[in-house]
């Protein structure tokens, strides 16, 4: 019985941590991942430094695009990955927030930058290959040059 309510009071202590400590809640988060990634080698890991490569209409002239590289350093913590970057062109800085269901990862992102119309944010949905050195999808986004919802074929490669 003492073992069953010691038991309890940890569960207990262990949200209540969680509810008022943010980094705790991370600590734990990250611990179990570890532990999860030590028990199933299988399970993939995307964190680390990840290069983006899109296209996206050029500034001016949005019927003329290019192609914009990102370098992207992620967090994986359990289900959840976070991350931010930076463009290689008209420097923005973009943050992600996004999760994992088996191969795919699907998110969020908000970018800002140096001036007006470049801040905003957007969508993004990627298949991971099955070496976990790269993943494609589509990001889409709100364009204020077309007034339109814009997408883009994107790659990601672990560097």
Same mark, same amino acid.
């Given at each position: 019985? =003492?073992?069953?309510?010691g038991? +309890?009071f940890?569960? +207990?202590?262990g949200l209540v941590?969680n509810?008022?400590s943010?980094?705790f809640s991370e @600590?734990v988060v990250r611990s179990? *991942?570890?532990? /999860?990634?030590w028990?199933?080698? %299988?399970?993939f =890991?995307?964190?680390?430094i990840w290069?983006q490569?899109c296209?996206?209409p050029?500034? #001016?002239?949005?019927? +003329? /695009?290019?192609e914009v590289? %990102?370098r992207? %350093?992620?967090?994986?913590?359990?289900v959840?990955?976070?991350?931010e &970057?930076?463009?290689?062109?008209?420097?923005?800085n973009f943050t992600?927030?996004? $999760?994992v269901t088996? *191969?795919? +990862?699907? &998110?969020?992102?908000n970018k800002?930058?140096? $001036?007006?119309?470049?801040?905003g944010s &957007?969508?993004i949905?990627l298949i991971?290959?099955?070496?976990?050195?790269?993943? =494609? #999808?589509?990001?889409?986004w709100?364009d204020?040059?077309?007034?339109?919802? %814009?997408s883009s074929?994107?790659? @990601?490669?672990?560097l």
């Amino acid at each position: 019985m =003492d073992l069953l309510l010691g038991f +309890v009071f940890g569960i +207990v202590s262990g949200l209540v941590a969680n509810f008022f400590s943010p980094a705790f809640s991370e @600590w734990v988060v990250r611990s179990m *991942s570890r532990l /999860l990634h030590w028990a199933d080698k %299988e399970r993939f =890991d995307l964190t680390g430094i990840w290069e983006q490569t899109c296209l996206e209409p050029t500034p #001016g002239e949005p019927t +003329v /695009l290019r192609e914009v590289k %990102e370098r992207v %350093e992620l967090r994986q913590l359990g289900v959840t990955v976070k991350g931010e &970057g930076a463009t290689t062109i008209d420097p923005r800085n973009f943050t992600y927030t996004m $999760r994992v269901t088996r *191969s795919m +990862v699907f &998110g969020s992102y908000n970018k800002r930058g140096q $001036r007006g119309n470049i801040t905003g944010s &957007g969508m993004i949905q990627l298949i991971l290959n099955g070496g976990s050195t790269q993943m =494609d #999808g589509y990001a889409t986004w709100f364009d204020s040059d077309t007034d339109k919802i %814009e997408s883009s074929k994107v790659t @990601w490669r672990r560097l």
